[in-house]
């Protein structure tokens, strides 16, 4: 058996019931370092720990994979919910495998901020930077969803200096592509442990360097009264 599970936001207490049951039951338990520091404490001592970086993580799936066709119980652990930011992971879980593996998903970090945040999901679009690939599409989307005059919740990119793409950059993309400087965002930090926000507009955040544990809102603007038709006039 083998199944990959959202662990949370960072705090081991957002870890479904299932999940902690799945892990307590486990012989071997994967994922990258700080993910499975959040559940540290669930593991059984007996369980075979495999931890992975960016660099060697295919190798270490493939380590996982063989436990699992030996026939041990697999717990591959993901950061908040499989399918906000993990898709490309479970993607390389399910080659090293060799088939398609079952998920439980797990609470996110966008969840978390728009209960902080007290913004509706149908109101919102969410998206993510936290992935390998091109971001030009993500990036152009996201200037239309806020052109559509919706909030977004956004996911930055931290990984290194090259393609990186962190809320300050974000802010100052959106001023380039015609986004009103003015524009309402906030930036969270470390949810559901030592959070910190931040309250302040596209042209406060471009100046302003966070941590890679940050997620984004952007809160949509009313129209200008300059853009908005008046009424007709009587005849």
Known sequence: MIICIGAGPGDVGYLTQRGAELIRDADVVAGFEAVLNVV???????????SMGYRDQVEQLDKVAVE??????CVVVFMGDIH??????????E????????????????????????????????????RRGDLEPFKRHLVHVLQDQRNAIVIPCPW?????????????????QGIPASQPVEVWENLTRNEAEWHGT?????????SDMSI????????M???IEPPPVPA
Request: net charge positive; with cysteine; aromatic share 8%.
């Open 95 to 130: 080659r090293a495998c060799g088939h398609p593996v079952e998920s439980l998903p797990g609470i996110s970090s966008a969840q978390i901020l728009a209960s902080r945040a007290k913004v509706c999901f149908d109101e919102t679009t969410f998206i993510t930077f936290h």
């Open 202 to 210: 596209l042209a406060e955040c471009a100046e302003r360097e966070v």
């Open 40 to 50: 540290r404490s669930l593991i059984p001592d007996t369980a075979r720990v495999i």
């Open 216 to 223: 984004m809102l952007i809160r949509t603007m009313a129209p």
């Open 84 to 93: 906000f930011s993990g898709f490309q992971y479970l993607e390389r879980v």
């Open 68 to 73: 699992h066709h030996a026939g041990k119980k």
């Open 160 to 176: 290194d200096a090259a393609r990186s793409f962190m809320p300050w950059h974000i802010a100052k993309y959106l001023i380039e």
């Open 225 to 227: 009264a300059s853009q």
